[in-house]
C-alpha cells in the first residue's frame, strides 16, 4: 500500500507542475499577445518573395512618370522572350494610355502602382481607400482587366495600409531584390546588385520611370546572367503559383 501511494503522490507533483508550466505559457502568450498577432496567418501582409527550390524569378517595374523609359525596356522583355510585372501609377497611364495598351498586349501582367505617389501611411483610413479605388478604377478602363495586385507607392505602408488593401481584395507586393537603378549609380552596379542577390523565388525590383536612366542598359545583361544561372523569368502571379505563398506582416507605425 506504500508503494501506491508513494506513485500517485510523484505523478500528483508531476501533474501540478505540469499545471503551473501551462498556467505560465498562457500568461505569457496573454502579455505577449499583441507581438504575436502580428505573425497570425490572419492578419495583412506583403509579399516579398516565395519559398522555393526552383529557379525562378520575377522581374518587376515600377512606372510613375515619364514615357521616354519605359518602351524600350518593353521592347527588350519582348525580344529577350522575358515575362515581367509592370505596376503602373494610374495617373501615369491616364497620361500615356498607348503605352499601357503595348504593355498589355505584349503579356505583361500590370498590377497598380496607386494613384498619387505618396507615402500612404501618413494618411488616413478614409483617403488611403480613395487612393487604391481611385487607382484601381482608372487601371481598369485603361487595360480593360482590373488589378489584383498593388506595389505601394514608396514600398510605404502600415498595417492600416495592408489591411484596406486587403479589404479591397488587393494582394500587396514588396521585393527581396532592391536593383537601386533609380540612384544611377552605373549600370554595372546596377547588375551585380541584381545578379548577385537574386535566388529562387526572388521578387526584383526593377523601374521604368525616366528617373531611372540605366535600367534599360543594365537589363540585357541581368537576363543573360540569370539565365545562365538556370533561372527561368515569369510574372508575379505566375511565381505565386509555384507554392504556398507566405505573407510578411508588419508592426502598425502609428500609437
Do not use: C
Request: net charge neutral; glycine share 6%.
Amino acid at each position: 500500500m506504500n508503494f501506491f501511494y508513494v506513485m500517485n503522490g510523484r505523478k500528483i507533483k508531476r501533474n501540478f507542475f505540469m499545471f503551473i508550466a501551462a498556467l505560465f505559457t498562457v500568461g505569457v502568450i496573454y502579455t505577449e499577445r499583441d507581438n504575436i498577432t502580428v505573425f497570425s496567418s490572419s492578419e495583412p501582409g506583403a509579399i516579398y518573395s516565395i519559398p522555393t527550390d526552383k529557379k525562378v524569378i520575377a522581374l518587376t517595374f515600377d512606372i510613375s512618370w515619364g514615357n521616354k523609359r519605359a518602351e524600350p525596356i518593353i521592347q527588350l522583355l519582348k525580344d529577350k522572350g522575358v515575362q515581367a510585372t509592370f505596376f503602373l501609377s494610374s495617373t501615369w497611364s491616364q497620361q500615356n494610355p498607348e503605352l499601357v495598351k503595348k504593355i498589355a498586349d505584349n503579356g505583361f501582367e500590370i498590377g497598380s502602382h496607386g494613384h498619387k505617389h505618396d507615402f500612404y501611411s501618413k494618411y488616413s483610413d478614409e483617403d488611403i481607400r480613395k487612393q487604391i479605388q481611385t487607382a484601381h478604377s482608372i487601371l481598369t478602363d485603361v487595360t480593360g482587366k482590373s488589378p489584383n495586385l498593388i506595389r505601394l507607392p514608396n514600398g510605404d505602408f502600415d498595417r492600416r495600409v495592408l489591411q484596406i488593401a486587403k479589404d479591397l481584395n488587393y494582394t500587396v507586393i514588396q521585393w527581396e531584390t532592391d536593383s537601386l537603378d533609380w540612384q544611377n549609380g552605373g549600370t554595372q552596379n546596377i547588375v551585380n546588385r541584381v545578379t548577385t542577390k537574386a535566388h529562387p523565388g526572388d521578387i526584383v525590383l526593377l523601374h521604368a520611370s525616366d528617373s531611372s536612366k540605366q535600367t534599360h542598359e543594365a537589363l540585357p545583361k541581368i537576363i543573360d546572367d540569370l539565365r545562365a544561372k538556370g533561372y527561368e523569368f515569369v510574372t508575379v502571379s505566375e511565381l505565386m503559383s509555384q507554392t504556398d505563398v507566405s505573407q510578411r506582416q508588419v508592426e502598425d507605425k502609428r500609437p
